[in-house]
């Protein structure tokens, strides 16, 4: 079943601007879903601490490839925060250096995401809207300009 | 300037341990970028000079690794500069925020920051 799905600017700095998804009139943004997750989990605190931080540096240094692990598919822009040293993924699309959607993500507790039903899913949702926006682009309905996705405004995506 | 209150909220309540950890991961993968380029050295030449496959350089120079002080031994001899440089008095990291490389005889190279962002921090 397809999804109600927007895009949403949740933050933004002189050079970047953070988006995420929400579904079916939710809300809350999928990245924010993800900080309500670890907020109180302690086991993981430190983890969770290291990505907000991570997204911090994005914001002030700018969104550089080499920032980002590739974690979907050769086709796909789907990306992967990591943290080497935690377990905890955060998963996104990083559309340029000005630009970043950001997912939901979880704690990785098997060797591929793929064999994580959760994690797979969240890596399904951003692989979907990877395809809805390359659509956009190429029929003029969405553009980049500068750190400013344009034609999102109000618009309801199915995916 | 748009800012998300439940963001803001988590990155107040990061410590400075993760803070100034985070900062060195990616200020490490900044200088190692920065050396490749500079060298012309492609990843697969570092792998090669370091004694490792290409995966593993891969994990040293995207997203923000945990490096160990024999790795940055390794890949600063095989870059011919040293990642970091540590003095015996103190450490500190141009670049970053709150670090003054001036201020001491030994320091973390990093790149600077190209903008600066949430000065409420």
Redesign the interface.
């Known amino acids: 079943m397809k999804k109600k799905t927007t895009l949403e ?9 953070i988006y995420s998804i929400s579904f079916d009139m939710d809300r809350m943004t999928e ?2 879903h993800f ?2 997750k670890f ?1 109180s989990e302690a086991s993981y605190n ?1 983890d ?3 990505i ?6 994005i ?4 969104a550089l490839e ?4 590739p974690e979907g598919s050769i086709n796909d822009g789907v990306c ?6 935690g377990r905890i993924r955060l998963y996104c699309l990083r559309i340029s250096d000005q630009i970043v959607i950001i997912g939901n993500g979880g704690i990785k507790r098997t060797r591929t995401y793929q064999d994580n039903k959760e994690l797979y899913g969240y890596v399904l949702d951003l692989q979907k809207f990877d395809h809805i926006i390359e659509k956009g682009l190429k029929d003029g309905t969405i553009s980049f300009e500068g750190r400013t996705i344009q034609g999102i405004d109000d618009k309801i995506f199915m995916i | ?4 209150a ?2 803001q909220a ?2 107040a ?3 400075p341990q ?2 100034k ?3 060195w991961s ?1 200020g490490i ?2 200088n190692i ?1 920065r050396l490749l380029k500079q060298k012309g050295m492609t990843q697969r030449e570092l792998a090669a000079l370091v004694g490792c496959n290409e995966t593993q350089i891969v ?1 040293w ?6 490096f160990t002080l024999s790795t940055l031994a390794k890949l600063s001899v095989a870059l011919g500069e040293d990642l970091v440089s540590v003095g015996t008095d103190m450490v500190s990291g141009a670049g970053v925020k709150g670090y003054d490389k001036q201020e001491s005889s030994s320091c973390v190279y990093f ?1 600077e ?6 000065k409420n ?1």
């Not at chain 1, 907000?52 to 540096?57: F, K, Q």
């Open positions: 600017l949740v933050e933004q700095s002189d050079i970047v601007s990245f924010e900080m309500q907020e430190r969770f601490q290291k907000i931080y991570a997204l911090h540096l914001l002030e240094k700018g080499r920032y980002f692990r992967a925060l990591p943290i080497e040293s | 300037m748009k800012h998300n439940l963001f988590q990155l309540k990061v410590s993760v803070k950890e985070t900062e990616a993968v900044d970028d994990r120079t995207r997203g923000f690794p945990n790149s920051p190209e903008a600066v962002y949430g921090q």
